[in-house]
């Protein structure tokens, strides 16, 4: 079995910075892409950045300038740093992980979530 934790969420003000983290654990054999996606209240899940094993980055437009996806794969983490907050970034933030077991099989992952709230 795998787990995804998140953490690093919290309250700012605008204009402030916050860093999620994503760290999985368990019968891992290799972790393919990793994904952040958030959720506001009354709105659907939305992706926001995702990187690949290798690195490469795509990035929601609401997200480009402000946020950076990275990924420490000796330690099975993604990251998030989030910049220049604004209050229509509050949601609860969930981290996804294509994750390959030793037996071949692929699986996707989701963490718990962790909310970010972002005040004016």
């Known amino acids: 079995q795998v787990q995804l934790v998140e953490s690093g969420g919290g309250l700012v003000q605008a204009g402030g910075s916050l860093r999620l983290s994503c760290a999985a654990s368990g019968s891992i054999y290799k972790i393919n892409a990793m994904r952040w996606y958030r959720q506001a209240p009354g709105k659907q899940r939305e992706l926001v950045a995702y990187?690949?094993?290798?690195?490469?980055?795509t990035y929601a437009d609401s997200a480009k300038g402000r946020f950076n996806i990275s990924r420490d794969n000796a330690k099975n983490t993604v990251y998030l740093q989030m910049n220049s907050l604004k209050p229509d970034d509050t949601a609860v933030y969930y981290c996804n992980a294509d994750i390959q077991h030793s037996n071949g099989a692929d699986r996707l992952y989701w963490g718990q979530g962790t909310q970010v709230s972002v005040s004016s």
């Open positions: 990187i690949t094993s290798r690195g490469s980055t």
